[in-house]
Each structure stands twice: as structure tokens, then as C-alpha cells.
């Protein structure tokens, strides 16, 4: 599973989402988007639906998308 889907599924329990259909209800995105983000075969298309996941969770956008060890951030 890929780094962001385990990120995602964490930051949501850890924010006190049980599920994932809450979660993506309050994203207002479907629940098969949602659920496939935290299966790792797909990721958001775009900066902004990033930046309301990470609202919503309360996370930074370096929580859910991390530098690897060893490299620099622009």
C-alpha cells in the first residue's frame, strides 16, 4: 500500500473518523473515491482536494505526502 493511503487511513482514525464513508461525506467526494485513496489505487488529483483533507483532518499536507529520508524540500 502506498505512503499516502496508510497516512490518510491513520490521520482519519486518529481524528475520530470510524469510518471512511463519514470521512468522504464530509470531503464531498464519493465513498468509492475515498475508499480508494486508502486502498493506495488512487490519490487526489489535485492541490486543493489535498489541502480539505488535511482541514478536515487537522494534519499537515507533509503528514499525508512525506519527504523521504535524505532529500530536500524546494
Do not use: Q
Not at 489505487?41 to 529520508?69: F, H, Q, W, Y
Amino acid at each position: 500500500m502506498p505512503d499516502f493511503a496508510v497516512h490518510l487511513k491513520s490521520a482519519r482514525l486518529k481524528a475520530g473518523y470510524d469510518s471512511a464513508a463519514d470521512c468522504a461525506r464530509e470531503l464531498g467526494v464519493s465513498v468509492h473515491t475515498y475508499r480508494n485513496w486508502e486502498r493506495g489505487t488512487a490519490e487526489p488529483r489535485d492541490i486543493g482536494t489535498v489541502m480539505r483533507i488535511c482541514k478536515l483532518l487537522k494534519i499537515s499536507p507533509n503528514d499525508l505526502l512525506p519527504v523521504p529520508n535524505g532529500s530536500v524540500a524546494p
